[in-house]
């Protein structure tokens, strides 16, 4: 189970009895965001993108607990701005779309490769992206506006089928929103309007179309 260091207390400097009081300073809480960023790190790290995550209800649970934990430490943030516009790739998540494509690829002779997520917040643009390596891919295009500090609403506008030389356009399907609960340089948390988690980390390179 994830278990977050409280600071330490101080002793109040009064005559008579000295009292305990926990004093939050942003070092404090700095300290507890990397504590469970680590600790989140470390539970997801075997779970294959979730897939054996979907058996153990028991690991989900200490994984969304450590989530909501890191969630917590970041309450009141901004996560909607410039820093969210990258190029993010799968560690792990609850969505089953996702993870049906990804454990069946090889019924069909190829093999899940980076999943991502591309974002362009200035552009107000977003792909979601599953690779099947040499060159197949499947891309959802949304529109995106930032609706709160941590929220962004989408809506699906087109999606895409690609091999080498062939490509099959599909129908736009859906809307909603994600909240980006934790933001760093490398990694991202987020929790949708299903409640589904995500987990990415900032990809190496930038995808395009």
């Known amino acids: 189970m994830a278990t977050l260091l409280l600071p330490n207390p101080f002793a109040t400097k009064l005559p008579g009895p000295r009292y305990s009081h926990p ?25 294959d993108r979730g897939l054996r995550t979907q058996s153990d209800p028991a690991k989900r649970a200490a994984i969304v ?9 970041r309450r009141g943030s901004v996560t909607t701005g410039d820093a969210l516009s990258a190029t993010w790739r799968l560690l792990w998540t609850t969505e089953k779309e996702q993870l049906f494509i990804i454990e069946k690829a090889p019924l069909f002779g190829t093999r899940a490769g980076d999943v991502l997520q591309v974002i362009d917040v200035r552009e107000r643009t977003l792909n979601n992206v599953i690779t099947f390596p040499p060159d197949g891919v499947f891309f959802v295009r949304s529109g995106i506006e930032v ?19 062939w490509e099959i356009p599909l129908p736009p399907f859906g809307q909603g929103w994600f909240d980006t609960v934790y933001l760093d340089d490398d990694l991202r948390v987020v929790k949708d309007i299903r409640g ?5 980390d900032r990809a190496t390179y930038s995808w395009k179309e």
Request: charged share 20%; net charge positive.
């Open 196 to 200: 589904d988690y995500l987990v990415v």
């Open 65 to 73: 607990e450590t989530i909501d934990a890191m969630a917590a430490a």
């Open 23 to 47: 004093r939050f300073t942003c070092s404090s809480v700095t300290a507890q965001s990397r504590s469970a960023r680590e600790h989140l790190l470390a539970l997801i790290a075997d779970q």
């Open 147 to 165: 609706a709160s500090p941590q929220r962004v609403n989408f809506r699906f506008t087109s999606a895409v089928l690609r091999g080498k030389n």
